[in-house]
């Protein structure tokens, strides 16, 4: 399924509570957009997390839906509230507090992107904004919280994997021995938006994997996992940054060497990961 906002992949038959959501990897840039960016193409897709949502693809095979964003990053943030508008960057938007994301330029409607490098010449209208919000932000969001909430009435639980990817300098400096820098990092919010024992069995799938494994540092999480992550509800939301050198070249913004075989390593945590979403009883049953 696609429309503007988002293309949903189904399964043939959901049999895990698992969504999996791409917010991040689209990489639609409206002309319109092009036309007033001071920026190269490969500059201003320096902030996208390019081909994610293919490495979640497996997701499918699994009994879980795959949610991935069409439109770029640069364009309209989806892990950014809707309310995040940016008075640097939007005309009439008003300041609401300190907001240190909207401060660095990283709004809902971003002004900058990586290296906090300028987006546009001059500022954007409110209708401008609030169109990008209404004909994306509002969709993928939407659609979104149903496929949580079918999950829930369907196995009594949901869990939200957000995917991400991260620069590889983002964790090059996280620890001064390569062998300990972390390939993978979960952000829970520090456990605010999720279960113990689910972080700990997404951490074992990624480590059986090979893979080093690290929790909310540099990156706990930010609307999405803020917003949807309930453990007292039974719906639990788990953010996982994936190092961008382990599957791409990161200048030229094209898959490396690598990308196939990073794939099936995923494959065999995606299948890990949806079987914790898994209810026997009722499948036994079905």
């Known amino acids: 399924m696609k429309n503007a906002a988002y293309v949903l992949d189904m399964p043939v038959k959901r049999t895990s509570c698992v969504v999996f959501s791409s917010p991040h990897s689209g990489r639609n840039y409206p002309e319109a ?15 996208e997390d390019a081909f994610v949502d293919q490495l979640f693809s497996a997701a499918t095979d699994h009994g879980a839906p795959l949610i991935s964003a069409t439109k770029s990053r640069a364009y309209l943030d989806l892990n950014r509230s ?8 939007i005309q009439g938007a008003r300041r609401h507090g300190h907001n240190p994301r909207v401060a660095s330029g990283l709004g809902v409607i971003p002004r900058v992107v990586a290296n906090g490098r300028a987006i546009y010449r001059g500022k954007l209208t409110m209708d401008e904004a609030r169109l990008r ?25 949901a869990i ?13 400096m996280a620890s001064t021995t390569p062998s300990q820098r972390p390939q993978i ?16 069995r997404i951490e074992s799938a990624f480590a059986s994997a090979g893979l080093i494994v690290a929790r909310n540092a540099p990156f706990a999480g930010a609307y999405v996992t803020q917003t949807y992550g309930r453990p007292g ?10 190092d961008r050198s382990l599957y791409m070249d990161e200048v030229k913004i094209a898959p490396n060497g690598n990308f ?21 009883l009722r499948l036994a049953a079905e």
């Open 260 to 280: 196939a075989a990073f794939q099936d390593v995923l494959r065999q945590v995606i299948r890990e990961i949806s079987g914790i979403g898994r209810d026997p």
């Open 233 to 242: 509800r039974n719906q639990h939301a788990i953010q996982v940054e994936i």
């Open 133 to 157: 919000i209404d004909t994306c932000w509002r969709p993928y969001h939407a659609r979104l919280k149903s496929l949580l909430t079918e999950s829930h009435a369907a196995f009594g639980q």
């Open 33 to 47: 957009m092009l036309n007033r960016t001071v920026l190269s193409q490969n500059v201003i897709r320096s902030s």
């Open 185 to 200: 990092v979960l952000g829970d919010r520090f456990g605010a938006s999720a279960s113990v024992e689910i972080v700990d």
């Open 160 to 172: 939200l994997i957000d995917c991400h990817s991260m620069p590889h300098e983002a964790v090059s």
């Open 82 to 89: 809707a309310e995040e508008l940016d008075p640097a960057l």
